[in-house]
């Protein structure tokens, strides 16, 4: 079955760390996504890609990086210059093409505590 | 700036009761309106999309409604089952091609 996949579960890193997440599709989707999602809040958008080599930031992208060297990867690190890093995140994915009608597709996203 | 609000923020229902959740959006200018479930834990699930042209979307006991408008959408769950628990989230996507989300609406189905 086709899918976003997205490791570690959870994730435990000590303060002035950097930590990369990993999302994986095999849904042949060219955009990827990443969000941040907080107790209360709405999803934020983190980073997007809508082609591979290409990355555009969200509204949140201060103090996370990404790459997107593959189709089918688009990992994110929370640097340390992230001033509250812990949180659910949440990688997505759709098509490009007819994008109007494509839903999203998430990952089961992980849960990162920075102490 | 667009802006999603969801209310109630929080629902409970007896089982077999039909349901309305409700969305509002601040910006008419649309491209389409998502439903997404998240059980707890989890990542969301795309329940249903309308795209700006339309005007309802069904899928089994869910039907979800899109007045651009007036700035509403509704999702309607017929005949509530304690599996239909989950937090329900409701994202407009605009001009920007961004999905903005509102904060969710945690229903709880009581058998």
């Known amino acids: 079955d086709g899918g976003i996949t997205q490791s570690p579960k959870y994730l435990f890193r000590k303060e002035g760390q950097n930590v990369t997440l990993s999302c994986e599709q095999n849904l042949n989707h060219d955009a990827m996504y990443w969000y941040r999602q907080d107790p209360g809040q709405g999803l934020r958008l983190i980073y997007y890609s809508q082609i591979v080599n290409d990355f555009q930031k969200g509204d949140i992208a201060e103090g996370y990086s990404v790459s997107r060297e593959k189709k089918e990867s688009f990992p994110l690190t929370v640097t340390s210059a992230q001033k509250n890093p812990t949180a659910f995140y949440l990688c997505?994915?759709?098509?490009?093409?007819?994008?109007?009608?494509?839903?999203?597709?998430f990952g089961n996203g992980t849960r990162l505590t920075v102490t | 700036k667009q802006e999603v609000t969801q209310i109630p923020a929080a629902l409970s229902v007896p089982e077999g009761e039909n349901l309305v959740l409700n969305c509002s959006f601040t910006?008419?200018?649309?491209?389409?309106l998502q439903w997404f479930r998240q059980d707890p834990g989890k990542g969301l699930t795309s329940l249903l999309l309308i795209q700006s042209s339309q005007r309802e979307q069904t899928s089994g006991r869910l039907n979800a409604s899109l007045d651009k408008s007036s700035g509403r959408s509704t999702l309607y769950i017929a005949a509530s089952q304690p599996g239909d628990s989950a937090t329900y989230l409701c994202?407009?996507?605009?001009?920007?091609?961004?999905?903005?989300f509102g904060k969710g609406t945690k229903l709880t189905v009581n058998p």
């Open positions: 994202a407009v996507k605009g001009g920007s091609e961004k999905l903005v």
């Open positions: 910006d008419s200018a649309i491209y389409n």
């Open positions: 997505a994915s759709s098509k490009v093409r007819d994008r109007h009608n494509s839903p999203l597709h």
